[in-house]
């Protein structure tokens, strides 16, 4: 199984930067995907950045050129680099894990963090 650990939502102004981790811990072999969707209010879940075990990233239209997704592969962590938050970047912000061990495939969702961009 997969526990997953997210930190660093806040509140922050409007061209201000956040910086959210994600980790994961439990009984795996190898994490195939770590990634970061959100959810504002009324809107779908969206993809904002995700990398899977062969190091490619991808990223959310609306955040492409301001967010930047990096990897911790020895501490099976991820961190979102987002720079100049927009109102519009308020969201839930979800971590998601797909890790595989032992023949079976685990995916787990974090409890998610508020990012709040206000003035």
């Known amino acids: 199984q997969v526990q997953v650990v997210e930190s660093g939502g806040g509140l922050v102004q409007p061209g201000g930067s956040r910086r959210l981790s994600c980790g994961a811990s439990?009984?795996?072999?190898?994490?195939?995907?770590m990634g970061w969707y959100r959810q504002g209010p009324g809107k779908q879940r969206e993809l904002v950045a995700g990398?899977?075990?062969?190091?490619?990233?991808e990223y959310g239209d609306s955040v492409k050129g301001r967010f930047t997704l990096s990897r911790d592969n020895a501490k099976n962590t991820v961190y979102l680099q987002m720079n100049n938050l927009q109102v519009e970047d308020t969201a839930v912000y979800y971590c998601?894990?797909?890790?595989?061990?032992?023949?079976?495939?685990?995916?787990?969702w974090g409890q998610g963090t508020q990012v709040t961009v206000s003035s």
């Open positions: 990398i899977n075990d062969g190091e490619n990233i």
């Open positions: 439990g009984s795996f072999a190898v994490i195939n995907y």
């Open positions: 998601n894990v797909i890790a595989r061990g032992w023949g079976l495939e685990y995916e787990q």
